[in-house]
């Protein structure tokens, strides 16, 4: 079974830039997943996906994040216009969902970089 | 508000030794859940274990073992007879009821195993 896949795994680019990742989740996971990680510290819930529709993105900064998953399926996350605090790891997960397991797949991430 | 703390930054043993990793929860909920994950240097995080509040049972699956204490709480996780392998940061995480999959993380203790 395919596990999470994230792409692109490194990016740097300069403050104010803007930035994509993308996130394909375990074939029929219906919950999906992004946090943020910065270094030295735990995984940070951003946005959190049922299907399409949105469970949770209270810790999301939406005046420069926003997050996608148009057809239930693969997610993008977007950063406009970055900062040099948003440097960080940013993972996606997936999961079964629905029943609250806690059980969450992760990808292996992307490393952003902000100068 | 939840809360997971990790006081233990680094730890570093020797192959064979026994460590345990401490972990520190708050919540004012009565039914929440607990976890652990391992983060390899690849990345992606592992799930390794998950408690439900009514279950204080300590569990043991091979060489790891969880003690769950409410009256402390606590959850620590220890290691028996450590190996090279094991080294990974690893995080102990809470959820509650109204959402059970988003995971509150604590920062992390990095395990150096060597040999």
Request: net charge neutral.
């Amino acid at each position: 079974e395919a596990g999470v896949a994230q792409s692109p795994r490194y990016k740097i680019i300069e403050k104010r830039q803007s930035v994509a990742f993308w996130c394909n989740p375990i074939s029929g996971h219906a919950t999906l997943y992004w946090y943020q990680q910065i270094l030295g510290q735990g995984p940070k819930l951003l946005i959190q996906f049922q299907n399409n529709g949105v469970v949770d993105d209270s810790q999301l900064p939406k005046d420069r994040f926003s997050a996608e998953r148009l057809k239930g399926v693969d997610s993008t996350l977007k950063i406009q216009p970055a900062k040099l605090e948003d440097s960080a790891v940013y993972l996606c997960a997936s999961s079964s969902g629905g029943h609250g397991t806690g059980e969450l797949f992760f990808g292996e991430g992307s490393r952003l970089t902000v100068l | 508000a939840q809360k997971v703390t990790q006081a233990q930054t680094e730890i570093s043993v020797v192959e064979k030794e026994d460590v345990t990793l401490d972990c520190v929860y708050e919540t004012r909920d009565t039914t929440y859940y607990l976890f652990w994950y391992k983060q390899p240097p690849s990345g992606e995080l592992v799930f390794l274990i998950r408690r439900n509040s009514f279950d204080e049972q300590n569990e043991i699956s091979g060489r790891y073992s969880w003690n769950f204490q409410k009256s402390t709480s606590s959850f620590n996780f220890t290691i028996t007879a450590s190996q090279v392998v094991d080294s990974a940061v690893y995080f102990c995480a809470l959820s509650v009821i109204y959402n059970t999959d988003k995971l509150i993380f604590g920062t992390g203790t990095r395990l150096q195993v060597f040999p």
